[in-house]
Nanobody, 123 residues
């Protein structure tokens, strides 16, 4: 079992930055594929970014060039650095984990989820 706890969400002005953290316990993330998804009100959970345990990363087109996923294996933590935030980035952000590589953006392939952290973007 893997437990995931997200933090770092909050209120930020458009154009600003936030860094989300996802602390894992129960297993080392060095052999896990880690991902970030988000869900805005009235919408489904959508893929944001992922990094396979082998180092391959993938980003949604909507965040490419603005968001960066990284991990610190020593801290067993994954991060999502979000820059140049837009109104449409506002959502609850969820951290997901799985032991396989597969299709990084496929929601159904993730076995473990955190409780989510809210990101609000203001004018």
């Amino acid at each position: 079992q893997v437990q995931l706890v997200e933090s770092g969400g909050g209120l930020v002005q458009a154009g600003g930055s936030l860094r989300l953290s996802c602390a894992a316990s129960g297993r080392t993330i060095s052999r896990l594929t880690m991902a970030w998804f988000r869900q805005a009100p009235g919408k489904g959970r959508e893929f944001v970014a992922a990094e396979a345990w082998g180092g391959v990363s993938l980003y949604a087109d909507s965040v490419k060039g603005r968001f960066t996923v990284s991990r610190d294996n020593a801290k067993n933590t994954v991060y999502l650095q979000m820059n140049s935030l837009k109104f449409e980035d506002a959502a609850v952000y969820y951290c997901g984990a799985r032991s396989t590589v597969g299709v990084l953006s496929r929601l159904s392939e993730y076995d473990y989820w955190g409780q989510g952290t809210q990101v609000t973007v203001s004018s």
